[in-house]
Each structure stands twice: as structure tokens, then as C-alpha cells.
């Protein structure tokens, strides 16, 4: 009998989300099953308070690391449930399955985030994924919604395809799929030049790339965030882009450490590309959606830079950003959901107008959160994009950041159109807004997570630096 | 240690009272949020009760500062990031200490001219405007280049509300020029400091790297990436273009804020970052930033003579005015320096006048355009009087402040380059031209039919309108107890910039040279 100590929390989460789907046979009140997941996720959380430690020779690690995206997954997952309540109800999908689904794709990343070995990474990936393209397509009514799940189911079977690919190559070269192996081995051998191996970093890299929405993998998120249901588009819009950049702190810091000029060259035309496409193409966007899948795009590129500089410190960069960006955006998605109310969408930007006036609690924390976006400090966002750049400078990488600060200067045209339109335009039509107390709560923690660390962000630098250190 | 040693200098007795200055108006904004919108017209009073208590609270600073040392005075610092070595680090020297009182009154004058024209959303108004002073004050007071950042940063939402939400016809895009043109530059300085702080060994500290030599490379590429805010902000041609728009657009608060502190806070950039941190790279850029100035004061000049709109024609003049600031900053020598940080203030007290003026009699006709007045001076005979103040100060006639700012940056001007000395002086020509036609065509000529019957000031106006004046004739006849704050800080910069050990003199710089 191994010792189960470091996978207990998965272990847990595995027993309760399959409880939540046999509750969700007795149980008739979704709120409850709703309420029972977020138990769940808080459950979770305690327990991995203990998990310390590498379980299964050294395919399942619970580090410090590990433990930094667990949280986000967690905060993501408890920030989704609560924007989720009332509005199943609205978009008529008030299903338990949907409750189980969430705790099973964010099972699928924790899984991810602890992989040591690449088959344990592919099967947490997997798990993810399939949960969250039932997830895009839950609206079964909505042509849209099916669009998005079909089209993110197959361009995720290319990404995971790929995967494969890569990992088969990979251990095809070194002959091993354990990601300290894996750089053991090209230490030892030199394997730093070689063709193949160099292959194998570019597929593993286009399937990464593909789960973070970068250019030019990103062909699937706008239609996917805009289609999806609003709350499974804030879910993942954070969560599997952290769980991607959770594996390719590990895959390319770790396995490939030796081939830092290599990944370096690929992946930084692939960060600039991101930022290019993701903000120049946001400007022209009407659907708020949709824009803010082009903007998840751009934040991707951004957070890439802390990987590019390739150093702890930009790795501890990219889980404060990914913090940051948890938050910011389930926050703005959370303003986002409370427009739609019965038949009125409240997806396109003109729906804002005059918010401001008619409500103006909900337009001044849309304000903060867009504000966040667009790294304007006091707001959380500046300090995660400061931490970002400073790494990616500090490691040589300045006109890089250059590209970066210039893209982000552009950002600021589309998140300020909403404030714009909220504060400086009058409402055409009233519009009401689906607000519950469970939106309420999540709002408060995304505005209080985008001020705490816009002000005082000391604390959370610290732990992702102390986090970093044991990886 | 330094530390007590320094604060027993800036003598407070140990009260945090840059904090509290930064602070306050942060308080009266969080308490008018709480006030029930039924009860909105408190808003203003809040407003100005908080406002006055932050001006009161400055005045010690005013008469405690210990003029005989360019050390920093008032000093507070407190770990506040420890992980990236930031500091909450605040401190006032001989060339802050005046803008920090100045934001601290116009503040007030802002509440005060706004009293009764902000009829929507007057809350949030006050909200904003309290906070953009408390944003102002911040700038100047902050010793930590990180937290000078966030308050340079923070300050453009407020502003980008009060112009956007309370400005005129064509706010919006005021707005947003404003924001982009002045986020681009800030971004920009951003990757400067973050190149500086890395190079000094993770250290934001302003008053160490002040004292760092760096190669004369990195100068050269930080002064530029400076130079993309601070110019934008100042503004220097040619990246003036957001200024008439956002002053045009803005209410009149928005315009006396922009006008009497915000644009000062480009030129303290240059004085308190370019020049003493990248002494060579400055030096070797004056020649360039000299030609800059001169471009801005002559066709900043030119410009407004060709104006209709009254806004715009004093936004245009900032232009010019603020070409005779970076003008005497570059010319790198005292007469200049002073004249430069001088005209700064005199530029904040004349033109924010102007801008409350223009405010005063705005709120009775809702006009801009200067066609639309005409007689004024026969309805209005109080207010003519106090504006042809604010008119004459603007051209620096002896006895005003203008006269004597615009004189020191002409004679440090001349010592560093005639051509540059001769042509701005013409500026001065220009703008006797153009603010004498204004005042002739608002106040004298036919009286308009859209200006008959219209009231004069009254007593709240008055208590808007007069401080400018007081300080107009202050500084004018007795400039020493402003200049007197600055002799030594200025002298203290000066050796560092014109330091001889320096090395890396440049090609231009010699060129620059021979011309003299």
C-alpha cells in the first residue's frame, strides 16, 4: 500500500463529486447541490493542508507549487458555484450534473498541477477537458452553446492528439515519462541539440498552447467563451488556463530546463502573437464575451513573458498573475451575469449603457475589475503585471516587455469603452439586474482579492516566491 | 540615526503629516460615498470641509520647512512590499514642497467653483475630486519611485471620470485621448524603472538613485523612456495634441486641476527623476529638449491667436507657458532652474485663475465661444477687474508673478544659448498679442446681447477667485520667500548635473557648446 498522504486531497474530492452526483438523484433543490460542492471544494481545501509529499514514485507530487494552483482551482471553482446558482435557473440548465461536472473538471486540473510524470499529466488534462466540453455545450437548447462545445471538443482532441504525440517522442528519446527523468536523462546525454526531442517540445508546446488560448491554438475560444454558458465561461476562462500554465511551469522549467534557448525562441513569437491578436482583435468586438475571450488571450501572452524569463522568480510571476487574474476575471463575468435576466441577454456592450446611473453599485465594481484588467494601479492587476514584466526584464527579455507595455497601453481603449458606456452614456432601457446573494458574496471576494493585492501584495508574492523555491 | 536626524529638521514633532495630507481627502471621499443620495447636496459641504482641513494641515509645512538644506524633510518610511524591497517612503524637498501646497488650495477652489454647476451626480464629483487631490499630493510627496508610480497611475481614473462623465459636447473623446496618450508615456516609463530598479540592485529608493552613476547608455535609453511620460504629460511638442482637447472638455474643476498641478507634475519629473538620476544623458539631451521648448512656446503662441473657443485658447497658452518651463529646467543653471519651478507655480496659480474665471462667467452664459461675449466689463465690472489680474500675470507684467519667473527663465535661457533666449522671449510678444486681444474682445467691444443683465460675482466666486490674486501680486512683488524655498535644492541638483567627474559628455553636447 503506497503511502496516499500527498493524494488525499484528490482522493477526497474524487469521493464527494461522486456523492454530488448520486445526491443529485435525491436531492431536488439544485441550490443544495450547489451548496454541497462549494462544502466539498472547502473540504478539499483543509485537506491539503497535510499533503506534503511525492506519492507513487514520483508521478504525483504535492508541493508547495502544486499546492499555489490548488487554491486558484479551488478559488475558481467556489467563485463559479456562486455565480452559477441563480443563473442555471435563468438559462434554464438547472441540472445537479452541472455541480458535478465543475468538481470533476477542477479534480482534472489539480491532477495536472501535481503531475510528475507526463501520463499522470495527460490523464489529469483529459479529465479536465471532457468535464468542461460537456460544460461549453450545456445549454442543450442553444445552437450556440453546442457550437462552442463541439467546436472546443475538437480542437481539443487535436490538442490532446498532440500531446500524445509529443509525450510518445519524448519517451521514444529518453525513455522515461517522469518529468525529472525526462531532464535527467538530457543532462546525461546531451540531448540538448537533438531533432526529435526538438520536435517532441513543439507538439507538447502547440497543446499547451492550445489549453491557454494562445496564438495561433486560440481559433476556438471566442466562439467557445461566447457560446458557452456565461459562468462555465468564467470557470475556464481561469481554471484550465492556470492548470496549462501550472504544466508548463513543470514541462518546460523542469523537463526541458535544458533546452531554455529552444522554448525561449518558440515561445516568445508564440507570447507576442497572443498579446497582438488577443488586444488588437478586442477592439473591434461588440459582444462582451467575446471580447473578454480575446482579452483572456492577451492575459495569456502576458503571463507567458514570466515563463520566457525562465527563472523562479517569473515562475512565482505567473501564479501571482494567474491569482490576479482569478479574481479580476470571475469578477467582471460575475457583473456580466447579472444583465442576464430572463429573455434579455445582456451580452452585447451597449447593454451597459448607462449602468452607472440605474445601478450603480454594479457598474462601480465593473469599473475596478476593468480597471484591473487594463493593469491600473491601485488595482490588483498593475501589481501582476509589474511582477510579470520585472521578471521577464530582469532576465534580458526588455523588448519583449516593450511589445508587452505597448499591447497593454492599447488594452486600455476596450475595457475603458465599458466604462465608458456605464458612466458617460444615459441607459436606453432599464435594465434589471438578477443579482442573489450568492453573486453578491462572490463579487465581494473579487473585489476585495483585486484591491487586497493591488495594495498590499506582499503576502502572495511570498508565498508563490517560498512556493517556487521547492520545485 | 539620518532618519530621526532628518525628521527633527522638517520639525512636526514626529506626526505623520504627509500621510495625513495624502490621506485625508481619502477619508472625506469614503465618508461622501456613505452620505444617502437624498441628502446628495451634502456632498459639497463634506467636500470642502475636507478640503480646507487638508490645506490646514499643510500650512505647517509651509512655515516649519528648513530652507538652509536640500535634504528631505517630513519623512516617513515604512516597509510596504518587503518582497520587492518597496517602500512607503515620503518626503518633501525645496522643489515639492510648493506643489504640494498648491494642489492642496486649488483643491479647494475647485470645490468652491463647482458649488452650484454640478447639478448631476454631484456625489461622485466630489469623490473624484478629493481623490485626485489626495493622487496629487501623493506624486509629490512620494520618495519611492514605485509608490510615485502608483500615484501617477492612480490619479488617471478620477481625472478620466471628471472629464468623461461632467465635461462638455465632446467629452469622450477628450477623455480617452487623455488616458491613452498619457498611459502610452506612462507604460513606457514603467519598463524604465523597472530597468533602473533592477540595475540598482532591486531599489526604488529616489533619494539613492540619485546619487547612482550609470553608464551613459542606460541614461541615454532611461532618459527617453522618462521623457515618453514626463513630455506627455507637460506636454512638450509635439505630443501636446491631447492638452487643448482634455482642458476644452473638462468642467472647470477638471481644467483648473489639469492646468494648475497635473501638467506641473511632467517638469517635476524631469526635475526629480531625468536630471538628478541621468545627470549626462540630460545634459546631453538639452540642446534637443531646448529646441523642443522653444517649438512649444512659439507655436503654442501662434496657435492661440487663431482660437474662437476661450478654453481652448488658454489651453493653448499652457503650451506656450509650459515650453518657457522646460526651457529654463534645460538650460541648466540657476537663473533657469528657479525661474523654471517659479514659473511652474506661477503657471498653476495664473492659469488655474484663468480657468476658474472663465468657470464663473461659463456657468451664466454656457457659452465658450468668444464671439458669444463682448461687453462684459460693463456687466460684470468686479470680475473684469480680477480677470484683467489674471490676464496681465499671464503676460508677466512687472509686479505680477509671470513677470518673474518668465524673467529668470530668460536670463538662464540667454546664458545657455542666445537664439534659444531670443526667440522665446518673442513668445512673450505673442502672448502679450493674444491674451490682450482675448481680454479686449470678452470685457471691452459691443456688449453682447448673451452677456446683458448677466450678475457679478458673487461672494462664493470671490472666495474661488481672490487666493490667485493674492499669490499673483505675492510672488510678484516679493518672490524670495518662494524662491527662497528652492535655493538649495536647486543649488544641489545643479552640482550633481553639472557634475565635472562626470563622464560620457557627448558629440551634440560639445556642437551645443561652440554655438554659445
Known sequence: MPDLGPIMPEIVLTVLALLVLVADLVIKRTETIGLMSIIAAAVVAYTMQGAQGVAFNGMFISDGYSMFFKMIFILNLILTVLISVKYIKIVRVNFGEYYSLLLFSTLGMMIMASAGDLIVLYLGLELMALSVYILAGFIRYDMKSNEAALKYFLLGAFASAFLLYGTALVYGMTGTTDIRGIADYIARNGLANNQMLLLAMIFIAAAFSFKIAAVPFHMWAPDTYEGAPTSVTAYMSVGPKAAGFAVIGRVFLVAFAGLKVEWSAILIPIAILTMGVGNIVALSQTNIKRMLAYSSIAHAGYALLGIIAGTPDGMASVMVYMLVYAFMNIGAFAVIIMLRSGDFKGENITDYEGLAKSHPLAAGLMLIFMFSLTGIPPTAGFMGKFYVFMSAIQAGYTWVVLIAVIFSAISAYFYLRIVMLMYFREPKETVELASSPAIGLALAVAVIGVLVIGIIPSAFVNIAKMAVAGF | ?516
Open chain 2, 1 to 516: 540615526m539620518e532618519q530621526t536626524l532628518i525628521n527633527s529638521m522638517g520639525s512636526t514633532m514626529g506626526f505623520p503629516i504627509l500621510s495625513t495630507l495624502i490621506f485625508l481627502p481619502v477619508v472625506g471621499a469614503a465618508l461622501i460615498l456613505l452620505i444617502n443620495r437624498a441628502n446628495e447636496s451634502l456632498a459639497k459641504w463634506a467636500a470642502l470641509l475636507f478640503s480646507v482641513a487638508t490645506f490646514l494641515v499643510s500650512i505647517p509645512l509651509f512655515t516649519n520647512f528648513n530652507k538652509a538644506t536640500h535634504e528631505m524633510q517630513f519623512v516617513e518610511k515604512h516597509a510596504w512590499v518587503p518582497a520587492w524591497n518597496i517602500n512607503y517612503h515620503l518626503g518633501l524637498d525645496g522643489i515639492s514642497i510648493l506643489f504640494v501646497l498648491l494642489s492642496a488650495l486649488v483643491a479647494i477652489l475647485c470645490v468652491l467653483i463647482s458649488w452650484n454647476s454640478v447639478k448631476m451626480k454631484s456625489k461622485e464629483f466630489f469623490i473624484s475630486i478629493l481623490i485626485v487631490e489626495s493622487a496629487m499630493i501623493g506624486v509629490f510627496c512620494s520618495l519611492d519611485f514605485f509608490l510615485f508610480y502608483i500615484f501617477w497611475e492612480a490619479m488617471l481614473i478620477p481625472m478620466y471620470l471628471l472629464i468623461g462623465v461632467w465635461g462638455g459636447p465632446n467629452r469622450v473623446y477628450a477623455a480617452v485621448k487623455f488616458f491613452l496618450y498619457t498611459l502610452v508615456g506612462s507604460v513606457l516609463m514603467l519598463v524604465g524603472i523597472i530597468t533602473l530598479y533592477l540595475y540598482a540592485g532591486r531599489n526604488f529608493d529616489i533619494v539613492a538613485l540619485s546619487k547612482m552613476i550609470l553608464p551613459y547608455d542606460m541614461q541615454f535609453w532611461l532618459f527617453w523612456a522618462f521623457f515618453a511620460a514626463f513630455a506627455v504629460k507637460v506636454p512638450m511638442f509635439p505630443v501636446h495634441t491631447w492638452l487643448p482637447d482634455a482642458h476644452t472638455e473638462a468642467p472647470t474643476a477638471g481644467s483648473v486641476i489639469l492646468a494648475a498641478v497635473l501638467i506641473k507634475m511632467g517638469a517635476y519629473g524631469f526635475l526629480r527623476f531625468s536630471l538628478p538620476m541621468l545627470p549626462e544623458a540630460s545634459r546631453a539631451m538639452s540642446p534637443v529638449m531646448i529646441v523642443l521648448s522653444v517649438i512649444a512656446i512659439i507655436y503654442g503662441g501662434v496657435i492661440c491667436l487663431a482660437q474662437t473657443d476661450l478654453k481652448r485658447l488658454i489651453a493653448y497658452s499652457s503650451v506656450s507657458h509650459m515650453g518657457f518651463v522646460t526651457l529654463g529646467i534645460f538650460a541648466m543653471n540657476v537663473q533657469g532652474m528657479e525661474g523654471g519651478i517659479l514659473q511652474m507655480l506661477n503657471h498653476g496659480i495664473v492659469t488655474g485663475g484663468l480657468f476658474l474665471g472663465v468657470g464663473a462667467i461659463y456657468d451664466r452664459t454656457h457659452t465658450r465661444q468668444i464671439s458669444d461675449y463682448g461687453g462684459v466689463a460693463s456687466v460684470m465690472p468686479i470680475f473684469s477687474a480680477i480677470f484683467i489680474i489674471y490676464t496681465l500675470a499671464s503676460i508677466g507684467l512687472p509686479a505680477t508673478n509671470g513677470f518673474v519667473g518668465e524673467f529668470l527663465i530668460l536670463l538662464g535661457g540667454f546664458r545657455a544659448s542666445q537664439w534659444a533666449g531670443v526667440l522665446s522671449a518673442s513668445g512673450i510678444i505673442i502672448g502679450a498679442g493674444y491674451m490682450l486681444w482675448l481680454y479686449q474682445r470678452v470685457f471691452f467691444m459691443e456688449t453682447n446681447q448673451k452677456v446683458v443683465g448677466l450678475a457679478d460675482v458673487n461672494a462664493r466666486e470671490m472666495a474661488a477667485l481672490l487666493p490667485m490674486v493674492v499669490l499673483i501680486f505675492w510672488i510678484g512683488i516679493y518672490p524670495t520667500d518662494f524662491l527662497g524655498f528652492m535655493h538649495e535644492s536647486v543649488r544641489h541638483l545643479l552640482e550633481r548635473v553639472n557634475d565635472g567627474s562626470a563622464r560620457g559628455i557627448s558629440v551634440a553636447h560639445n556642437v551645443f557648446e561652440s554655438l554659445k
